[in-house]
């Protein structure tokens, strides 16, 4: 399969734990994104990353999270010490070079924090 | 603020006949605009989408009408199928913009 890939697909966790996602963009897109979206919602924008350089952050990233994409392949979005309105599907896209308006998008993490 | 407007969380429609998914926005930047479907456990997946230079894009059996004056667009699907049953996303973005801004979704469903 060569979409977007990510891991896990459930994670359940208590209020205050640390959790950590992974997203693994089609090979050849220099561009990946993660959006959360909530229940009755649609996927917001949070952050995104050209290579390696995180190039934006919405004012929606508190600072809890912190995404990374060192070698600008694979992605990691950290939330630090949950709350139970982290809870929400976190969805992480792609995009190629010069085709930034197409992004391709993973089948997301839907975080429980109880 | 929701810059992209849904209004219609759902839509029931005959097999065979025509579906009609409505979209506003707000921000007159926004120079492009998409529609995605959404599976459930799956992510959102491209449908159509159009350019604000653009009134009317057209894919097999999906339209997508732009009225910008309205700041207003549809989609269009004739003849509607079952597998069309999903819920269906609008999103736009602005010119050179990196994000896309969703809609709350319609989900739609087709009556075999």
């Known amino acids: 399969d060569t979409g977007v890939s990510q891991d896990p697909r459930h994670k359940i966790t208590k209020r205050g734990q640390n959790v950590t996602f992974r997203c693994d963009p089609i090979?050849?897109?220099?561009?990946l994104y993660w959006y959360r979206q909530t229940l009755g919602q649609g996927p917001e924008f949070l952050t995104y990353?050209?290579?390696?350089?995180?190039?934006?952050k919405s004012r929606l990233l508190s600072d809890r999270f912190s995404a990374e994409r060192p070698k600008g392949s694979f992605s990691t979005l950290e939330i630090q010490r949950t709350e139970q309105g982290d809870s929400a599907m976190y969805l992480c896209?792609?995009?190629?070079?010069?085709?930034?308006?197409?992004?391709?998008f993973g089948p997301g993490t839907r975080l429980t924090v109880l | 603020d929701q810059q992209v407007k849904q209004n219609s969380p759902s839509l029931s429609v005959q097999e065979g006949r025509i579906s009609i998914l409505n979209c506003d926005y707000t921000?007159?930047?926004?120079?492009?605009f998409l529609w995605y479907k959404k599976y459930p456990a799956e992510g959102p997946t491209f449908l159509i989408s159009?350019?604000?230079?653009?009134d009317k894009n057209e894919d097999g059996r999906f339209t997508v009408f732009l009225n910008k004056s309205a700041k207003h667009l549809s989609l269009h699907i004739v003849p509607s199928q079952p597998g069309d049953s999903a819920v269906y996303f609008c999103?736009?973005?602005?010119?050179?913009?990196?994000?896309?801004?969703f809609g709350t979704g319609t989900s739609l469903t087709v009556i075999p």
């Open positions: 896209a792609s995009s190629f070079p010069g085709r930034y308006n197409e992004q391709f």
């Open positions: 090979s050849e897109h220099n561009r």
């Open positions: 990353f050209q290579n390696e350089a995180q190039l934006e």
């Open positions: 921000n007159s930047m926004f120079d492009y």
């Open positions: 159009i350019s604000s230079i653009k």
């Open positions: 999103a736009a973005s602005v010119v050179g913009g990196n994000q896309f801004y």
